[in-house]
């Protein structure tokens, strides 16, 4: 399929994609009293815990360090619980799949996609901290954007190629677990990055989380303008990701429902 038929493929389907996204806020927050506000509870509550432990036991000399620690967590938390959320779409769809012919990729991307909306009511958790304490924004986050932009393609490249494995191989939901717990150390989330060993860090490149959170807090905390290798190495990562989760979609889907 080309790119104007991917387009128009996609046109067809974006009400369904719609509807899922909003089953997906109907179940998580049903029979919640506080409904919605866990978006903003969430986050604000995880940096108080986290802030307690790493501020106090560690003391690392960050400087507002529970913006530092929010900033993030949330943008880390969005591609966790992405891909998680993806991972298992396909096959937790087989009802569905069986019955009507939809696109498979409308699947892990309407997770995606729930998630990236929970991210941006979190954000309000995030201005809520940097305004407490004293962190000014600047013209620097006309750059915000693009890092969101770039977090969700890698989380949906992610989140295909695992949404695939995941219907030959259910176990990969708790390995993954085990991958993403160790990936969010890998990642400066509560430490600055200069602490790691050169060793580490040389490996450390390799992660498109360490490079997304760096890129977060510089446009967000530090007034920092991100090179042009900035954009061009998480750009790179999202389109390498995205590309092997198409590939790997589109050779598997037909063999989907002999699995599920």
């Known amino acids: 399929m080309n790119v104007k038929g991917c387009y128009q493929n996609f046109i067809k389907y974006k ?66 619980d992405a891909t998680q959320c993806a991972m298992t779409s396909i096959y937790a769809s087989g009802g569905l799949i069986k019955k009507v012919y939809v696109p498979k990729y409308l699947f892990p991307l309407s997770k995606v996609c729930f998630c990236f909306v929970n991210m941006l009511c979190s954000m309000l ?37 695992l949404s ?8 990969l939901s708790h390995i993954y677990g085990v991958l993403v717990t160790a990936l969010m150390y890998f990642t400066p989330l509560f430490y600055p990055v200069e602490i790691l060993p050169d060793a580490i860090f040389k490996i450390d490149q390799w992660n498109p989380m360490l490079h997304i959170v760096t890129y977060f807090r510089n446009v967000m ?9 900035d954009n061009l190495i998480c750009l790179g990562f999202g389109c390498v990701f995205c590309l092997i989760g198409a590939v790997l979609m589109k050779r598997h889907q037909k063999n989907f429902i002999l699995y599920i």
């Open 164 to 171: 695939v494995l995941a219907v030959y191989f259910r176990d």
């Open 221 to 229: 905390m530090y007034g920092v303008c991100p090179a042009l290798r």
């Open 15 to 80: 009400c369904l994609l719609r509807e899922l996204v909003s089953r997906d806020f109907k179940l998580k927050y049903r029979r919640s009293v506080l409904g919605y506000a866990w978006s903003l509870l969430n986050p604000l509550l995880m940096m108080l815990v986290l802030t307690a432990v790493f501020s106090q036991v560690f003391r690392y000399e960050i400087e507002t360090f529970p913006v530092y620690l929010i900033l993030g967590q949330t943008i880390f938390s969005f591609f966790s």
């Open 125 to 161: 958790a995030v201005l809520i901290v940097m305004a407490i304490q004293r962190v000014e924004l600047t013209w620097t986050v006309l750059f915000v954007p693009l890092v969101f932009f770039y977090v969700f393609l890698i989380a949906l490249g992610v989140g295909m190629i």
